[in-house]
């Protein structure tokens, strides 16, 4: 029984058939480590794939609203005063940093959002501006196959509609 090499890597399982120099092969770049990640979930094709779930949000800290008998850093305050204080405090900061961090978040996500509606839009106007003169051209065009001689007469619709609207207004 031979071992198939493929690509120089040994597709058996038992490394000693594959003496033909069918050494495993060693990723050099980002393309041949991609290519032996595939090449071993390919192997076994009824073996589902890990999918990492997506990171967890920060919720915010939660800080008292009001906090009594806490004197603070100040003289007069107990030893043990001290480091409550200390932890409420960067507890506070906490707080503020994470609200601080989710408004940008904000700011960015609607910004983005604006983006996209913007680019949406403005492909529509093109579509819309590239529909009319493709139904215009495929209007002139059935005109031209329908009346010869009218099409050469009165070279376009338009000028025809832009005469009567004037007309109309004097």
Known sequence: ??????????????????????????AKTPYDLQRL????????????????????????????DFVRNVMGSSAGAGSGEFHVYRHLRRKEYARQKFIQEKGEKELLEEAYHKKIEDNRKAAEER????????????KQKKQKNDDPQTVANNPSSDSESENSSNNAEN
């Open 1 to 26: 029984m031979m071992a198939v090499l493929e690509k120089g890597v040994c597709v058996k399982s038992d490394k000693r058939e594959c003496k033909e120099g069918g050494k495993p092969m060693i």
């Open 37 to 64: 990640k595939l090449d071993k979930l390919m192997k076994n094709v009824e073996k589902p794939a890990p999918i990492p779930e997506r990171p967890k949000e920060k919720s915010m800290p939660h800080v008292p």
């Open 127 to 138: 579509t819309a501006k590239k529909r009319a003169k493709r139904l215009k051209k495929k």
